[in-house]
């Protein structure tokens, strides 16, 4: 296998492996956010700053989910690309 067919096939499969991952963590992001959500519902009103900020980490790391979903597809994209003008 020429250089170039080899580098073409290991761009495809960082695409793909990059495709799945961005999936299968949009799929942990939901139950994620779920929990974020009942967790919010019960200790939201307390008045301890403590809880709040619990809160406030556990929807910071749910926008850091987001970008990295967001992240992971724009690579596959870039990599997809970047494999078909080879």
Known sequence: MS???QLKSQVAA???DASA???SLAGYKTKFSQSVSQ???TVGG???RVDQDMINTLQAAERRVDEAVAAL???ARAANDYAARL
Do not use: G, K
């Open 3 to 5: 250089q170039l067919a």
């Open 39 to 41: 967790v919010s519902a």
């Open 73 to 75: 597809r724009q690579a």
């Open 46 to 48: 307390s008045a301890q």
């Open 14 to 16: 960082l695409s793909r």
């Open 21 to 23: 991952t961005a999936t």
